[in-house]
């Protein structure tokens, strides 16, 4: 199997699990079969999109490559009308993103390498491109986007594309360590989610009994 091949396959399966993801939140919102879809569709390709418009490719793969728009429709249909044997909803959603963060992670990254965008460059896209499809889904489905809250999201798609890097520098962009790091990061979320890992955050005191503005007692 040749380094586009796998490429391709890895980023329809991230694509497949990202629409799963979408379209599984979704359905947990009640919405019909056209806001499944849309909802399925902007999750799973946001993010590529992104991708193709910085390193100039263009059009985007979503709309110049059937096989990403009709892997994505498919996977959201099939959610819609098999979600009743999907058990436990929101463990299904977080592990499915879990799974799209890592696979979108290592081929942003590497897209973005293959374009000879530098390394720090490809870093940021590579991390935007993992998160840009869940950002986009939980805009369209009313919550707080993952990335913005106390979780481990976007740290670890940003210690994922810094590990493909490496290996890119140095000549290791085979299946095993390609495979590897995006394991990296589906372990990393995956533990964050378990342990409740989380990044600091700013917190206010309540209002001062004297009137002062509580903003002078932040706490970082």
Known sequence: MTTSTALLLADLTGVAVFAASGASAA?????????VAFVGFVAALGGGIFRD?????????????????ATAAITALAVFWLHPQLARL???VLVL???????????????????RVPAVGACLIGMLTAIGGGLGRDLLTAEIPVVLRREIYAL???????????????????????????????GLRLIAL???????????RPPR????????DREW
């Not at 993103?97 to 374009?115: P, R, S, Y």
């Not at 378990?194 to 206010?204: E, G, I, N, Q």
Request: proline letters at 6%; a positive charge.
């Open 27 to 35: 359905v947990a919102k009640r919405l019909d079969l056209f806001g």
């Open 53 to 69: 418009l910085v390193i100039d490719e263009v059009p985007p793969l979503a709309f110049a490559d059937w096989r990403y728009a």
């Open 90 to 92: 929101r463990t299904t």
């Open 97 to 115: 993103d879990a799974a799209g963060l890592a696979l979108f992670t290592v081929t942003g990254t590497l897209k973005a390498l293959d374009a």
């Open 156 to 186: 670890a798609a940003l210690a994922g594309s810094v590990l493909v890097v490496l290996l890119y520098v140095t000549g290791q962009t085979g299946p095993v360590p390609l495979t590897a790091a995006a394991a990296l990061v589906f």
């Open 194 to 204: 378990r342990r409740r890992w989380s990044a600091p955050v700013a917190t206010l």
């Open 209 to 216: 009994a004297d009137g002062a503005d509580p903003r002078a």
